[in-house]
């Protein structure tokens, strides 16, 4: 049977402090008034105020991570106890709460999302139907005309007068003979195979399916100013797609098959279901935009730091923690050079002006093209001087 405990906190006490490893339990809110704030100075958001209902310490709790930001009281505060072995059962006997979480965290991810790329890149990019024909021109100048023709199939769809659309059709009919792109559609196909290189999703093509990786890598990125962000590289068990599912917008990224896929698709009347009779599921998809919401945090802090050499050191350490290899002494990552320089969001001159320098730091070491880490609490260490040091 569920039991949760009642936590009481004086005024001015800490409830939550950023950067402390207290991440085995969450607190809801069932009085009184806290301060939410964090060292990452985000553009536009200062201080929150939360109260009865709200939730603290969800994102270090679900992600296993350190916490993001710190909680004080304005008043006397009593909080409910959950601790993250308890969560799926809570969300079995109380489905209302699960999905405010949820919803809660679809949210700040879009925001944090858009405050990243402006951070990164000073532009959010276009939020119109254009931005796909964007997208598309983008992957056909770099010759991929598998990514490209989806991508055009969707501006063409999204926006038929639009004034790149003569271009766009052009091109489709182009490339149609050197595709193997699929599913320009969304059917009811509970299984989809993608092949390597196409595109599964555009940036901000409406749509509400939900996809879970059961084979294969998907990339997840931007494409702002001519230059592609990657936000993320996905694998087997993890989830994409939910936020337009969960907020019915636009995709506010494209997702593109890494190496051939195979993805379960959820939509909206399944995962009504799903929320409904698997409790697991739902855990494993608050874990994960738990995980995403820390990373965002963390790219935040990243897009901060000035040294370059710096940057690209703190996005490499990211991956390491990602993993949960913190403990370990080395580690030898899938990444190049150029995957961490982009995930930095830097154009190619900036890559050729600085590369030479991050791949002779001595806290990496480059095998068979990919970044080798052969100390990572040291990559640690120094990852957290550097965020230090920025304010």
Do not use: W
Request: contains cysteine; aromatic residues 8%; glycine residues 4%.
């Amino acid at each position: 049977m569920l039991q949760l405990s009642f936590v009481s906190f004086r005024k001015d006490s800490y409830i939550i402090v950023e950067g402390r490893p207290q991440n085995d339990r969450f607190y809801i809110i069932q009085s009184g008034n806290v301060s939410i704030h964090t060292e990452n100075k985000i553009t536009g958001h200062g201080p929150e105020i939360y109260g009865p209902g709200d939730f603290l310490g969800v994102i270090s709790c679900m992600s296993n991570h350190s916490q993001i930001d710190t909680a004080v009281a304005l008043t006397d505060v009593v909080c409910i106890s959950v601790r993250r072995d308890q969560y799926p059962e809570l969300i079995e006997r109380n489905t209302p709460v699960a999905m405010k979480i949820i919803r809660t965290f679809a949210n700040r991810m879009r925001f944090l999302n858009e405050t990243f790329m402006q951070a990164t890149l000073n532009n959010l990019g276009s939020q119109t139907s254009e931005q796909i024909f964007k997208v598309a021109s983008y992957y056909d100048k770099i010759n991929q005309p598998s990514i490209a023709i989806y991508a055009y199939y969707q501006y063409i769809k999204a926006n038929p007068s639009g004034s790149n659309v003569p271009t766009a059709k052009i091109r489709f009919q182009l490339l149609r003979n050197l595709s193997h792109a699929v599913y320009f559609e969304s059917n009811q196909d509970l299984l989809r195979v993608y092949p390597k290189d196409t595109m599964i999703m555009a940036e901000n093509q409406s749509g509400a399916d939900m996809f879970i990786i059961q084979e294969g890598k998907v990339k997840i990125s931007k494409i702002v100013d001519g230059t592609e962000v990657i936000l993320a590289i996905l694998k087997k068990g993890d989830m994409f797609g939910e936020m337009a599912l969960l907020e019915n917008k636009p995709r506010s990224a494209s997702a593109i098959a890494e190496e051939e896929c195979r993805l379960m698709t959820v939509n909206r009347q399944n995962f009504n279901q799903m929320v409904s009779t698997q409790p697991q599921l739902i855990s494993r998809l608050t874990t994960m935009l738990a995980e995403r919401l820390f990373v965002m945090h963390r790219q935040l802090a990243n897009s901060q730091l000035k040294d370059v050499t710096a940057k690209m050191i703190d996005m490499l350490a990211l991956q390491v923690e990602k993993q949960k290899i913190n403990g370990k002494s080395q580690y030898q990552t899938d990444l190049t050079p150029t995957d961490i320089a982009t995930m930095c969001g830097m154009s190619k001159s900036e890559q050729n002006l600085h590369m030479y320098e991050f791949i002779s730091n001595p806290l990496i070491k480059i095998v068979n093209d990919k970044i080798f880490v052969p100390n990572c609490p040291e990559l640690l260490k120094q990852s957290a001087f550097y965020r230090k040091q920025r304010s």
